[in-house]
């Protein structure tokens, strides 16, 4: 960091790279309040398919609240210098992400079979746009996890404040994504 940038950031009391991080964040849930808005306005239209979320969504939403939490526990150990944990932890959550979208593409075909197709009714439209992407979300965030997995695994652990902000930037998207999921699988089961 330049002398000018630590000289701000220690005035500002929030690093840069987190205040951008933030400022994406909420671009995206104006995205998704945007979905969601929508949603209620083309339901209320008329020509609404009912019909039940299949459980597979459900069973997602409690892989991703764990992914979050196993990474919130990696962040700890990492800290703490166990650096076994920490891997160990973060391999975990990595592949919890991708267990995630496994998920969510069986909870389309699960779709699929009862019938709510991608093009037919605007129902079943909303919520494979919705999912696919957040999905997409994840995707980056797994992405970003992958990142962060060379560097667990091919640095000599040591806790710097570059590495510290890295994680906390990583940490940072995948509880956003995670809580975003939640806000999503919620308004669709208050709506159905």
């Known amino acids: 960091m330049t002398g000018a940038v630590e000289k701000e950031y220690r005035q500002n009391k929030i690093h840069p790279q987190k205040f951008l991080l933030w400022a994406g964040l909420a671009s995206i849930f104006m995205m998704f309040a945007a979905f969601t808005s929508a949603y209620i306005v083309r339901q209320a239209a008329g020509n609404w398919l009912e019909f039940r ?14 992914s979050s939490l196993v990474l919130h526990g990696s962040y700890i150990a990492f800290l703490k210098g166990n650096a076994t944990l920490y891997k160990s932890l973060m391999v975990t959550a990595f592949l919890l992400g991708f267990a995630f979208i496994i998920l969510q593409y069986q909870g389309w075909e699960a779709l699929q079979q009862i019938g709510v197709e991608l093009t037919g009714n605007p129902a079943g439209s909303f919520i494979y746009v919705i999912s696919g992407v957040h999905a ?17 695994f091919g640095l000599p652990h040591k806790v710097t404040p570059k590495r510290k902000l890295r994680f906390e930037l990583t940490l940072t998207y995948w509880h956003f994504v995670d809580l975003l999921w939640v806000y999503l699988i919620v308004f669709f089961v208050l709506q159905a």
């Not at 979320?53 to 764990?66: A, E, K, N, Q, R």
């Not at 997409?136 to 667990?152: E, N």
């Open 53 to 66: 979320l299949p459980d597979v969504f459900f069973y997602s939403t409690g892989v991703i609240i764990l």
């Open 136 to 152: 997409a979300h994840v995707l980056g965030g797994i992405g970003v996890l992958a990142v962060a997995l060379i560097h667990a």
